[in-house]
């Protein structure tokens, strides 16, 4: 038979185990705080990461537009036409990110020179910081509105 000092000993034990509602309810909350950063960080690295659709898509627009030019003595403003009478560039980009136009540059006529814009569409429209993407002929680089952070 077990003495008062070890029946009090196993008492003790026995109410040492599990938690209370107040120690749950403290960590359930410490969770949601971490989770509610972890994703608002996680969706501005997605939609950061969904800028390169647009600027892979906009030097390739430079690269075609300089062979074309080459070819031709003329920029295009066929972007989708497959060369040798456009540039061969979807639009939508490939993850329908951003739609794709070509215009005349800086001196009003696309025989000289050529702006191409990428804009926002779909879900990428909620990267409100580089919502356009801009590039020219001169090789300048621009965002609307305007960042320096767009381009990297």
Not at 62 to 91: D, K
Request: overall charge positive; charged content about 10%; aromatic content about 6%.
């Amino acid at each position: 038979m077990p003495t008062r000092a070890q029946v009090a000993a196993g008492l003790r034990q026995h109410r040492m185990r599990g938690m209370t509602l107040i120690e749950l309810m403290v960590v359930l909350a410490i969770v949601a705080i971490l989770a509610t950063l972890a994703v608002g960080s996680y969706r501005q690295y997605v939609l950061r990461a969904n800028r390169t659709d647009a600027t892979s898509a906009l030097l390739r627009i430079q690269v075609g537009e300089e062979r074309y030019f080459l070819q031709n003595n003329a920029y295009t403003t066929n972007v989708t036409v497959a060369p040798p009478a456009g540039l061969g560039v979807a639009s939508p980009t490939p993850n329908g990110f951003y739609n794709i136009a070509v215009t005349p540059g800086s001196t009003g006529s696309i025989a000289t020179s050529f702006s191409a814009t990428a804009a926002a569409t779909s879900t990428q429209t909620a990267d409100t910081s580089c919502a356009t993407l801009t590039i020219n002929d001169q090789g300048q680089r621009s965002s609307a509105p305007s960042t320096t952070e767009c381009w990297r």
